[in-house]
C-alpha cells in the first residue's frame, strides 16, 4: 500500500490543475447545471447538513451551499483544502485537511454524506463505508459517485503501490452495493455514464451513482 505523506504529496501537485477537467471545475455552464440537477435529486430538501469527504477543490461543496446547505468538507490534501476555502469565500462552511476514513463529525450527526471519485484510493474502503454510514442520522443518505475507470494498459500508479489497493482503479457497482447492503437500508443505483452533461464529453468507462438510505 501508498504511505500516506506520497499520496498526500500526488494529491498536493495535482490542485493546481484540478479545476482543468471540466467535472473538476464545473467552470462550464452546463456542467456545473448538470451537477446541480443531480445534487438537488440525490440530497435532502435543504438547509440539510452534508458532510462532503474528499471535497478537493470545493467545487461541490460550492454547489450544494448556494443551493442552501450546511456543508462540513474535508480532504487530505492541504492544497486542495486551500483552493476550496477560496472557492467557497463568504459562505459558512468548514474544511479541514483529514483522513476520508476519519470523518471530522460526530456520528449520527449529518442528514448526508457526499463522497465522489474517492473508494479507489483508500486501503480500507468498506471501513470508510461503514464510518461514514454511522455519521448518519436516522434517513441520511450516502451519496456515492463512482467507476470503474478505462486505463492504458501498463498505466503509471498515481502513487508508489497504489495498485494494490483494494478498488484500485475504481469499483463495479456491483460490488460497491454488495460492501453496502449490510450497512443500509435501502439502496439506489443511477447510470452516469452516458450523461456527457456531467462529465463536459463522452466517456468510455462505468461511472454511476448510488444513493444509499440509513
Known sequence: MPRLP????????????????????????????????RLRDWLPTPPSDVLDIGCGTGSLSRLMLEDGHRVVGTDLSPNMVEA?????????????????????????????????????????????LSRWVRSLR??????????????????TPYADGAERMPWSGGVRQGDLVAALEPLVASIAVHDLTTDDDLWGRSVPDERYAVVARI
Open 138 to 155: 436516522d434517513g441520511g443518505r450516502l451519496v456515492l459517485v463512482e467507476g470503474r475507470w478505462a486505463q492504458p494498459a501498463g498505466a
Open 84 to 128: 476550496a476555502r477560496a472557492k467557497c469565500a463568504g459562505y459558512d462552511v468548514t474544511f479541514s485537511v483529514g483522513d476520508a476514513a476519519e470523518p471530522p463529525v460526530g456520528a449520527a450527526s449529518q442528514d448526508a454524506v457526499v463522497v465522489r471519485h474517492l473508494l479507489w484510493t483508500l486501503p480500507d474502503p468498506h471501513l470508510a
Open 6 to 37: 506520497s499520496v498526500t504529496a500526488y494529491w498536493d501537485g495535482a490542485a493546481s490543475g484540478f479545476d482543468d477537467e471540466p467535472d473538476h471545475g464545473l467552470g462550464e455552464p452546463v456542467v456545473r447545471a448538470a451537477w446541480g440537477r
